[in-house]
């Protein structure tokens, strides 16, 4: 289940040459990750909604 949602911009010139939107998506668990990126409704929002609108997208996935 998704607990939060941050949308942020780059914070220096150096960024903004890099890339234009970061998402911060924050599960329970890193167990969650597969659960919701294979889910339907988000599997067909991505492919029919963003990957038009994307060049390039980069993840990373981590515990803290």
């Not at 914070?11 to 659960?35: F, K, N, Q, Y």
């Not at 067909?44 to 990373?60: G, I, Q, R, S, T």
Request: net charge negative.
């Amino acid at each position: 289940q998704v607990r939060d949602v941050h949308v942020g911009v780059p914070a220096d010139e150096a960024s903004m040459r890099s890339w234009d939107i970061a998402l911060v998506i924050r599960l329970d668990s890193v167990d969650e990750l597969e659960p919701y990126a294979t889910d339907p409704l988000h599997a067909d929002y991505v492919a029919n909604f963003l990957a038009p609108k994307v060049e390039c997208k980069k993840a990373w996935n981590f515990t803290v």
